[in-house]
């Protein structure tokens, strides 16, 4: 298969589709992302990027960029709500990867993921109105009037993929019962949490407290995942109520709620999917989220996005036709994501730790289903 004859439209400019751009681009593809906001942008807190995507980012060229806005973290500890240590796990590291677990705020990941794409793959304001599949390509119409058909299209239009919904699954996302809150939070403004390069979270009544930190920018990522059964998308929640939420916690992390700026907090309700049975068509395929969205506790959705353009790639360079690229794409991914699907549903309690990795060192599942 030619893959530099092939036409594609990526429907979303996320990681997922910025990453997979990026992947194709690099096959000598036609690639053109259509995105519907009007500008490509994330929300103010941190995420961890694993060895396998960095050897992803190596692979494509752009580790150097991705490196300049990341610091690298040495591991990752578990505590109570009080701060007693529960667990350690340095990141898993190997020399096939090379490199070690990095952090990031998701507008520069964003920013550097689109950054590294020509001028003109992205086309903004266009909302997906309808897809239609066409058996050897598909179809495009979107809300704005245009109308595009391609060789294949990937939907990589998140959570709420239209995509998904028109073709493969019209089951809704997933409520998981909580509440996310999260903020950029300056060092001086951290009442004397620990600054060192360690990912901690504290536990207690069924409350999880992330603390990320963004060494490079001199600020950490504040995240605090509680219990509610409120499954409004974006709820409107108050300071008290998240000061309530923390009540018995460390006084440096109530603290450090206490004095943030309330207009710069992000809250979202936590949704996931269902594993669904098919990804793709002969024409039509599925990244990220849209695939396989999954709750944020093993922090987990945007490195499965990175590997997943990765596969795709691979199996577009290596297939000799545009469907079996695609079936080879979903027997490698699949088995791995329903698994971390499954992982990032149960919780991290005290308890539940031993029955998320039981009688295993902490690192040794996400190891091994991270590639």
Not at 113 to 128: A, D, E, N, S, Y
Not at 219 to 233: E, G, I
Not at 306 to 330: E, F
Request: aromatic share 6%.
């Amino acid at each position: 298969m030619d893959v530099q004859n092939l036409n594609i439209a990526i429907v979303g400019a996320g990681y997922a589709g910025a990453a997979t751009a990026r992947a194709l681009i690099n096959l000598g593809a036609h690639v053109t992302v259509y995105e519907q906001a009007a500008t490509v942008g994330e929300v103010g807190a941190g995420i961890g990027l694993r060895p396998s995507s960095l050897a992803q980012f190596r692979k494509l060229g752009i580790l150097d960029d991705v490196e300049q806005v990341t610091s690298p973290s040495e591991s990752f500890e578990i505590l109570t709500a009080t701060g007693n240590l529960i667990a350690e796990e340095t990141w898993p590291e190997t020399e096939e990867h090379g490199t070690t677990t990095r952090f990031v705020h998701r507008a520069d990941f964003i920013d550097v993921l689109t950054g590294v794409l020509p001028p003109g793959v992205i086309q903004l304001g266009h909302r997906l109105g309808t897809i239609v599949d066409n058996g050897t390509d598909a179809t495009l119409t979107f809300t704005n009037g245009n109308t595009v058909t391609a060789d294949l299209v990937i939907g990589a239009d998140g959570i709420r993929s239209r995509v998904r919904t028109e073709l493969f699954s019209t089951a809704e996302p997933v409520f998981a019962g909580e509440h996310a809150y999260r903020v950029i939070v300056d060092n001086d403004k951290t009442h004397g949490v620990p600054l060192d390069s360690k990912l901690r979270m504290y536990l207690g009544h069924g409350t999880k407290v992330y603390v990320l930190p963004l060494q490079h920018r001199g600020q950490v990522s504040y995240d605090v995942t509680a219990l509610n059964a409120d499954p409004t998308p974006a709820p409107q929640m108050t300071r008290d109520n998240l000061l309530a939420t923390l009540d018995g916690f460390d006084e440096r992390l109530v603290a450090i709620a206490r004095d943030l700026d309330w207009d710069q907090v992000n809250i979202r309700a936590v949704y996931d999917i269902d594993p669904i049975e098919r990804w793709h068509s002969d024409a039509v395929v599925l990244v990220g989220d849209a695939a396989h969205a999954m709750c944020h506790h093993q922090g987990q959705g945007a490195n499965s996005a990175i590997l997943d353009s990765g596969a795709l790639a691979d199996a577009l360079a290596t297939a000799d036709s545009v469907p079996a690229a695609l079936a080879a794409y979903q027997t490698k991914r699949k088995p791995i994501t329903d698994e971390l699907q499954r992982i990032s549903r149960l919780g991290w309690s005290e308890d539940e730790v031993n029955s998320v990795f039981p009688g295993q060192k902490l690192g040794e599942i996400a190891s091994t289903v991270e590639a």
